[in-house]
Each structure stands twice: as structure tokens, then as C-alpha cells.
Nanobody, 121 residues
């Protein structure tokens, strides 16, 4: 099991960029698939991006393809979500997760504490 601590987020204007970071503690980080999911008020959770343990496979929600990039640094035990060209519809609470299950499965893994991203128009 790993513990996750998030940083980044905040209030930005449409078109701006943000980078979210998720630092892990624990010796098995390199064997975990990682990802980010978000939840906006009144909406269901959705996986925004995910990356396999080795980094060979990535997934992106259709609405963020070409704008968001997920990366995983096993040496630093950190996963990043670079968010460019942000839109108001990206406004949500963002959570990182770590899982040893299928890399898009967040429900049964470890979660970060969450960070708010607010994009104004």
C-alpha cells in the first residue's frame, strides 16, 4: 500500500495551465498503476488520466486529450498531471490514486487528499 500527498491546483483563468503533483510514500510505488480522477458538484466521478506502472500505457478522457499529460517518475515516486488550455468545464476536485488493479480502476486503491481546480471563464 502507498500513501499519497497531492499538491498543486488553484484558481486560474480559461486557457491557463496547472500542474498537479502526487507524491507517494511506500516501497512499492514502481509496481502501482497511477491515475487522476475528478468530481465536480452534481456530477459523477470520472477518470481523467491513468498510467500503467511501467509507463507503457496511458489513458485520457476524451475531453482532455491533447490538453492533459500524465507522467510517472518512479525514482521520485511522483505522478504528475500537466493541464494545459484549461476550460471552465475542467473545474472539479481532483484526486490522484494508486492501484495494483487495472490502471483505470480507482475505487479500490489509495487516494490522495484531493485538490480543487477552478477555471474561470
Amino acid at each position: 500500500q502507498v500513501q499519497l500527498a497531492q499538491s498543486g491546483g488553484g484558481l486560474v483563468q480559461a486557457g491557463d495551465s496547472l500542474r498537479l503533483s502526487c507524491a507517494a510514500t511506500g516501497r512499492t510505488f514502481s509496481s502501482h498503476n497511477m491515475g487522476w480522477f475528478r468530481q465536480a458538484p452534481g456530477k459523477e466521478r470520472e477518470v481523467v488520466a491513468a498510467i500503467s506502472a511501467t509507463g507503457d500505457n496511458t489513458y485520457y478522457l476524451d475531453s482532455v486529450k491533447g490538453r492533459f499529460t500524465i507522467s510517472k517518475d518512479n525514482a521520485e515516486k511522483t505522478v504528475y498531471l500537466q493541464m494545459n488550455s484549461l476550460k471552465p468545464e475542467d473545474t472539479a476536485e481532483y484526486y490522484c490514486y494508486a492501484t495494483t488493479l487495472y490502471y483505470r480502476t480507482y475505487e479500490y486503491g489509495s487516494w490522495g487528499q484531493g485538490t480543487q481546480v477552478t477555471v474561470s471563464s
